[in-house]
């Protein structure tokens, strides 16, 4: 089944704590994101990637890294998460750039007390 | 980027037609319109999307207006399975990486009742 899949799906961690969520595809899709979604703001881009080591800022990428090392994986890390970076994160991918209907994961509900 | 303005929720009863309006007055030439939808605790889900022309896939018709100032996602027969959060959202014509972002805005809640 085409799909995209995260890891984990729920997280509570601490300040502080170095934490990875990871998003995989099976579609051999070149564009992946990732997306943050808080009540009030919509979603929100934090990085994407064009295709294997290609990777790009969005709109909030502060606090955030990712790789792109293998082109259905597409990790996110929160090296030192802060409690403002509890939210509802979505990674989703595209065959390519451009105009191209996007697939979403079912999303990682993370907390940072 | 261009802006949409979709009403904040509708309601609608099983089994009856849905047309969900979305205004993009500012749309460029080039600008594609996309519909996206958000069921309770899933991640967005494409529904349609149009540039000129009126399309049609299984799960709905887009319907765009001549001047594409406005758009309209019908579904034909709701059900229950189709309670969301519908997303209108332009998109730049191009395979750049700013082209490829969605830009959500807040959506319309749709209500489905029996």
């Known amino acids: 089944e085409a799909q995209v899949t995260q890891n984990p799906r729920y997280l509570i961690t601490v300040t502080g704590k170095k934490l990875t969520v990871t998003c995989s595809q099976n579609?051999?899709?070149?564009?992946m994101s990732w997306y943050r979604q808080d009540p009030g703001l919509g979603l929100r881009q934090i990085y994407y990637?064009?295709?294997?080591?290609?990777?790009d800022k969005g709109d909030v990428p502060e606090g955030y890294k990712v790789s792109r090392k293998e082109k259905r994986n597409f990790p996110l890390i929160l090296e030192s998460p802060s409690p403002n970076q509890t939210s509802l994160y979505f990674c989703?991918?595209?065959?390519?750039?451009?105009?191209?209907?996007?697939?979403f994961g079912p999303g990682t509900r993370l907390t940072v007390t | 980027d261009a802006k949409t303005t979709q009403p904040n929720s509708m309601e609608s009863n099983e089994e009856e037609p849905v047309h969900l309006p979305c205004n993009h007055s500012?749309?460029?030439?080039?600008?594609?319109i996309h519909w996206y939808r958000q069921l309770p605790s899933q991640g967005p889900e494409y529904v349609i999307h149009?540039?000129?022309s009126n399309v049609n896939n299984r799960m709905a018709s887009l319907a765009i207006a001549e001047d594409r100032k406005s758009s309209t996602l019908i579904l034909h027969r709701a059900t229950l399975r189709d309670a969301a959060v519908y997303y209108c959202?332009?998109?730049?014509?191009?395979?750049?990486?700013?082209?490829?972002?969605?830009?959500f805005g807040t959506g319309t809640r749709l209500q489905v009742t029996l």
């Open positions: 579609m051999n899709h070149e564009y």
């Open positions: 500012t749309i460029s030439g080039t600008d594609y």
């Open positions: 989703a991918s595209s065959p390519r750039p451009g105009t191209y209907e996007q697939y």
């Open positions: 990637s064009m295709n294997v080591e290609v990777t």
């Open positions: 149009g540039l000129t």
């Open positions: 959202i332009l998109r730049p014509g191009a395979d750049t990486g700013t082209a490829s972002k969605l830009t």
